[in-house]
């Protein structure tokens, strides 16, 4: 994988790598945890059906969602103020990485179900708001020229470091317990019982450990702001900055504009990652392997797809990467909700219930789920610096965490509500067609981000030229 230049600056190499690093440190998180592992499990065997376990979820991830959209822009301008970025991210890794390592105590069945949710709802809070505060470190590392395929590279490696990860749960600790075997045929590691799903446990404390080596690059070796004042002066400036933004942001109309645009398209896209492998186990009735495979995919996939996201971004700009981004993933999300054992495109298939196409289908979407997944996060990095002075990025980083967060609570909600409303016994449908129902809302959050985006700028052409 090609690395930007340190040509910005007296940025070493080094620390460019530190910062990207920090990506494949953090993505084993929403691999393992949030989509392809652990969320799956526990839909399936800790929760009470997996109807329930997808409402469950959601409300898990919203609250965790609620509190970064309340605080994030309030840390960000205060941050600001003060300068470093690194004493924000150790508080709120720390956090990150004791809530995933108590998921190992989430036993299938073992009636905790309110305590793994809180964990599941504290890791989202930790991990989450780390990533602000590393993300506003960026425009400081190299020129704005490079900005999209610095994004891009790292959203890459972030991806690799989810593959293997997942390689690595799949292939030598999670086994079926019919079986008791991995996915390439070996007793799980460690002696982990598969009887008691100690394999799927294990991707919590393996994800905390993950994170907390590899995180240390991005410490020890990428320069950080200096400081500008002490902490009790610069609350009272960062809040008033916050407060000054907000009241000019509705004339500000290209940011205001991307603000609300991406708080739409994001959550849509961490809805469809949230709930995708819940899905496939309750509707397609997918083992946690075969969710694995379908994780290992799309990670491929999506590292291959912020790879090329962050050179057409350089090219083209990030707007262009976004747009066509969004509608690919739209029609992916039509084609996931589409399909059951019954049915492909809303179409009954013949063989119903033995046919392969349903596999086939959701595997093709995933893997278009990846890649455009990939560039999209990539390109919204670079399209976000674009919109503020490099005084005012960690603000806008938490900015961005609010757009995305205030809808990222609302998307779980969304559908946690949806799928009560249709399992309700008033309405008769069965638990798989509550669960497809359910997830509807993803469809319409695609389609306001990309109405959204047109009123959006980019800086892209004036740095071009200059």
């Known amino acids: 994988m090609n690395m930007p230049p340190a040509e910005h600056g007296t940025v070493p ?147 690799l470091g989810g593959l293997l990860s997942l390689v690595l749960v799949l292939g030598f600790m999670a086994a079926q317990p019919d079986t008791g075997r991995t996915l390439l045929g070996l007793e799980p590691i460690f002696g982990l019982d598969p009887a008691a799903r100690e394999g799927d446990r294990a991707a919590g404390p393996l994800t905390g450990l993950w994170y907390a080596l590899f995180v240390l690059p991005m410490f020890l070796f990428t320069p950080d702001a200096p400081r500008r004042k002490a902490a009790t002066g610069a609350i009272r400036e960062g809040l008033g900055r916050l407060s000054a933004t907000l009241k000019r942001l509705p004339g500000e109309r290209s940011y205001f504009s991307f603000l609300l645009s991406s708080m739409f398209y994001r959550d849509a896209l961490n809805a469809l990652y949230a709930f995708g492998g819940i899905y496939a186990a309750g509707v397609l009735n997918w083992s946690i392997t075969q969710i694995g495979l379908f994780g290992i995919l799309a990670n491929v996939t999506g590292a291959l797809g912020a790879w090329l996201g962050g050179r057409m971004d350089r090219r083209f700009g990030p707007k262009l990467v976004v747009s066509v981004s969004i509608v690919v993933l739209t029609m992916c999300a039509l084609l996931v909700i589409s399909t059951t054992r019954e049915e492909l495109l809303f179409m009954p298939i013949g063989g119903a219930g033995a046919s392969s196409l349903p596999d086939i289908a959701f595997f093709v979407a995933g893997a278009f789920i990846g890649a455009a997944g990939g560039a999209i996060q990539a390109a919204s990095r670079t399209l976000l610096v674009d919109q503020v002075s490099r005084e005012r990025v960690t603000e806008a980083f938490g900015l961005y965490a609010l757009s995305g967060k205030a809808t990222t609570f609302i998307g779980p909600f969304a559908i946690a509500i949806a799928t009560g409303y249709f399992a309700s016994e008033g309405f008769g449908f069965s638990v798989e067609d509550a669960q497809r129902l359910g997830v509807t809302p993803i469809l319409v959050l695609f389609l306001i981000g990309l109405v959204l985006l047109p009123f959006v700028k980019s800086r892209h052409q004036e740095a071009g030229a200059s």
Request: aromatic content about 14%; charged content about 10%; hydrophobic content about 55%.
């Open 13 to 159: 190499r080094r620390g460019i790598w530190g910062w990207m690093f920090f990506d494949w440190a953090q993505q084993p998180f929403h691999t393992l945890i949030i989509t392809f592992v652990f969320a799956p499990y526990f839909a399936s065997a800790v929760a009470p059906d997996a109807a329930r376990g997808q409402e469950l979820w959601g409300l898990a991830t919203g609250i965790g969602g609620l509190a970064i959209a309340v605080s994030s822009p309030v840390l960000g301008a205060i941050a600001d103020a003060t300068g470093p970025r690194k004493p924000w991210i150790f508080v709120f890794s720390v956090i990150g990485v004791l809530a995933c390592a108590s998921l190992w105590f989430a036993a299938p069945g073992g009636g905790h179900v309110g305590l793994v949710l809180l964990a599941v709802a504290l890791a989202v809070f930790g991990m989450e708001f780390a990533a602000v505060f590393n993300n506003a470190m960026m425009p400081d590392l190299v020129p704005r020229s490079e900005l999209g395929r610095l994004s891009g590279s790292a959203w890459g490696l972030g991806y």
